[in-house]
């Protein structure tokens, strides 16, 4: 059976999270190991022990999300679970390409704590945000984000699953996009837990901070089909990798189109490796025929493995 890895992105992340994995297979543990030593600290107790308010930094969250996919990933492929496409949402997207041979871990784990360096400094704390509107398609959102743009700078970039679309933009703004997103029939805004309005405009200035670091980066083309959520299609050079990195930061994450765009080739089969299980959540709403598991500890790992089995 044909097998897609779908990575999580920044929001998943939890105390605790990795130690299980850490504690019963060597991968896991030398993969935190090398974190730890690519970054210069202990990486690994931030994620087991906290503390939360740390882990919640955005320069910190990253890279930690990053190696608790790849500690989870590597486990995965000792136990003979092999990808034949992969997708991340947004950070979950350099955990796919390190899947795909095209970014070593250890370079990896060191560009996310900057791109979450660059994407924090970009827009001043407490000035932009992001939200999640629940119930409205994605063209209601859009006309709702052009009829509060007069209060400044708001989008849609998190376009997940029918019915949930992010928004993200100055604080004024959202507050003026959520008031006619209610007007237009939306159940719920709900404001998310982090400290700048990620994939929206406000944050080329970190794109192109990025960019010169990622010109410094070895790169190879991927081993198998990478989706890159800028375009929602499939990246086949390492040149393309590096230039969607960039244009990612600042631009919408398209993840119904790319789900989508894995089924359309066929695979009804999806593991979600990293921590949480917020993939799976979004799929089950975009096609409830598909099957998806999580991988994030021991025995959501073996129960993967038994499913694998008994689909063949």
């Known amino acids: 059976m044909k097998v897609a890895f779908i990575f999580p992105g920044q929001g998943s992340q939890y105390v605790g999270m990795g130690r299980q994995m850490y504690e019963h297979f060597p991968a896991a543990r030398r993969t935190f190991e090398e974190a730890d030593a690519s970054l210069g600290f202990t990486l690994s107790r931030l994620c087991f022990e906290g503390p939360a308010e740390e882990l919640q930094h955005t320069v910190n969250a990253q890279p930690a999300i990053l190696t608790v996919s790849v500690a989870c990933l590597r486990v995965l492929l000792e136990k003979g679970v092999e990808p034949s496409v992969a997708a991340g949402h ?155 990195l960039v244009r990612q930061v600042y631009s919408p994450v398209r993840w119904e189109e790319s789900m989508r765009r894995i089924m359309a080739g066929g695979i009804q089969a999806f593991v979600e490796v990293g921590p949480g299980t917020v993939l799976c959540g979004l799929l089950r709403k975009i096609n409830r025929q598909v099957q998806c598991w999580s991988v994030q500890d021991p025995d959501s790992l073996e129960k993967v493995l038994a499913c694998l089995g008994e689909v063949g």
Not at 93 to 106: D, K, M, N, P, Q
Not at 119 to 134: I, N, S
Not at 147 to 176: D, F, K, Y
Not at 203 to 226: I, K, S, T, Y
């Open 90 to 244: 947004s950070l979950g997207e350099y955990s796919a390409l390190v899947a795909a041979g095209t970014i070593t871990f250890a370079d990896a784990v060191k560009i996310v704590r900057k791109r979450g360096q660059f994407m924090q400094e970009a827009v001043p704390l407490g000035t932009g945000g992001m939200m999640a509107v629940l119930g409205l398609d994605l063209p209601s959102v859009e006309e709702v984000c052009r009829r509060a743009s007069g209060a400044g700078v708001v989008e849609a970039v998190n376009l997940n699953c029918p019915g949930q679309v992010v928004i993200a933009g100055e604080m004024r703004a959202l507050e003026r996009a959520c008031a006619l997103a209610m007007e237009a029939g939306a159940r719920r805004c709900i404001p998310l837990a982090v400290s700048a309005p990620f994939h929206s405009s406000l944050m080329r200035p970190a794109g192109e901070r990025l960019r010169r670091e990622l010109e410094r980066v070895p790169m190879a083309d991927p081993r198998f089909p990478v989706v890159a959520n800028v375009t929602a299609d499939y990246v086949t050079s390492s040149g393309e990798v590096k230039e969607l």
